[in-house]
């Protein structure tokens, strides 16, 4: 009887744990998210800065446009998969961007 009991116990508390550990999965895997969501939303502010300061006449070399757009890569990636992410003011900065980059290089006036 007290082996019964004391498996039980251990049956228990192992059910226990598992739930403990499937809720901790959850929340590792909701601060992930969270942190991707942070990344994309510091993504959009670079390039919406980077975008307002070229109408601004700021020059930036072409590393400094490299730059920006693989940041803007990892934010259309992060778009392209989240489809409930807010990213519509991004979408005409990002075009003016390519643009003005093509532009330079087409005529190489870089920095």
Known sequence: AEIKKLNSDLKKSNEEHRKDIKKLESDIEDLREESK????????TRILEFGDELLHGVDYSKEHFDSVLMTISEYENYCSTHPYYMNH????TIKYIKHIYQKRLEQDSFL
């Open 37 to 44: 969501e942070r990344e994309a939303t510091n993504n959009r």
């Open 89 to 92: 003011v991004a979408g005409s």
